[in-house]
């Protein structure tokens, strides 16, 4: 089973910078299996990336997402206040396993 | 407007049996695998298991395997999801989602609001 280990657990950013976040995972698998997701407090989570590489309907092109293999990571050019979440990737295999999440707060 | 609306709040005891249900609107209901998520309080997500409406076929993540069952009902376009006999340790948020695979990428594309489950003494 993939495991998928996420980095940092918490990220301190101010608005207007750019933010990276890491997902390796424990074994390759396809681009095409990756997604990520946001979560804001209170609220179920919403798709963001998937196959790696593609922004859901209706998100920002300020989201991007890369990688492949093991490493992928998701990138959000220019942070707003809306922006400052949990972000989760995800394998779509047998047990669809979620990495720990990235606090993305407010510095 | 596809969505998925979740049952409310339940409180329950240990030992209690439960169930709790995810309606699903606005969409083919058949075409497309959905399934629960466990969200323990502070903590992240785990996924549970997945149902396909068409046959029923389920597939169930090792770590909940029989501890939890799916079901779905066609008539009424929902999903469920059944413990027989609560623990503590079953508190927590679930929620579920639509599986979307267009042929190349597979993923959860809709979420339902999440029914957040306090089993207590």
Known sequence: ?107 | EVQLVQSGAEVRKPGESLKISCKASGYTFTKHWIGWGRQMPGKGLEWMAIIYPVDSQTKYSPAFQGQVTISVDKSTTTVHLQWSSLKASDTAMYFCARDFYDGTYYYKDVWGQGTLVTVTS
Do not use: M
Request: with cysteine; aromatic share 12%; proline share 6%.
């Open chain 1, 1 to 107: 089973e993939v495991v998928l280990t996420q980095s940092p657990d918490t990220l301190s950013l101010s608005p207007g910078r750019r933010a990276t976040l890491s997902c390796r995972a424990s074994q390759s698998f396809s681009s095409s299996l990756l997604a990520w997701y946001q979560q804001r407090p209170g609220q179920a989570p919403r798709l963001i990336i998937y196959g790696a590489s593609n922004r859901a309907t209706g998100v920002p092109d300020r989201f991007s997402g890369s990688g492949s293999g093991t490493d992928f990571s998701l990138t959000i050019g220019r942070l707003e206040p809306e922006d400052f979440a949990v972000y989760y990737c995800q394998h779509y295999g047998y047990s669809h396993t979620f990495g720990q999440g990235t606090k993305l707060e407010i510095q």
